[in-house]
């Protein structure tokens, strides 16, 4: 079977200890996850986790019945790739002086990029899309010294109104 990349999202009971069971429950069947991110909902009891991991269509049909066997889980969902929207954040500190600060400048103009910081030796880029988008702008700034990098991962929506918690 062809193992490829799956979004996961998952409603939770919003209590400590949570994120520590699914991510243990991933760990015990031997995913790797290749991005997390846990936040709030409208509902203060509930949160949501986004897990991006590489799989088989067997291999994450049982996880999915694992997951939703856990008692804080109150629902469990792949999202389709075509139907869901997927945002990630990049924070790049990248050296700057006077010779490349105006190439680096274009380049974050042309992937909507925003300086958030600059001083006489770096600047500092926020970037935020689809991981592609996030996928590209660091391939075009590999020639350059990149200083710090931190990149949350995945969070994402299904289009619709299909599966909103408490709606029919």
């Known amino acids: 079977m062809e193992s490829k990349r799956r979004v996961i999202s998952l409603l939770v009971d919003n209590q400590s200890g949570v994120l520590a069971r699914v991510s243990n429950l991933f ?13 709030a909902t409208n509902d203060p009891a509930v949160s949501r986790i986004t ?6 269509e067997k291999a994450l049909s049982q996880l999915i019945l694992q997951t939703e066997r856990l008692e804080v889980t ?23 002086d006077v010779h490349n600060r105006s ?5 974050a103009s042309i992937y909507k990029a925003k300086i958030i910081d600059l001083s006489p030796d770096s600047l500092v880029m926020e970037l935020t899309g689809k991981p592609e988008k996030i996928d590209g702008f660091l391939n075009m700034m590999k ?4 200083l710090e990098m931190c990149r949350t991962g995945i969070t994402a929506l299904e289009r619709g109104t299909d ?3 408490g709606k029919k």
């Open 163 to 165: 599966r909103i918690p």
């Open 74 to 96: 109150r629902q469990v969902f792949v999202l389709d790739h075509e139907n869901s929207l997927e945002r990630e954040l990049l924070l790049l500190k990248v050296a700057a």
């Open 51 to 56: 897990v991006t991991i590489t799989s088989d």
């Open 27 to 39: 760990c015990r069947r031997g995913f790797n996850i290749d991005s997390l991110t846990v936040s």
């Open 143 to 146: 020639s350059y010294d990149i």
């Open 103 to 107: 190439e680096l400048r274009e380049i």
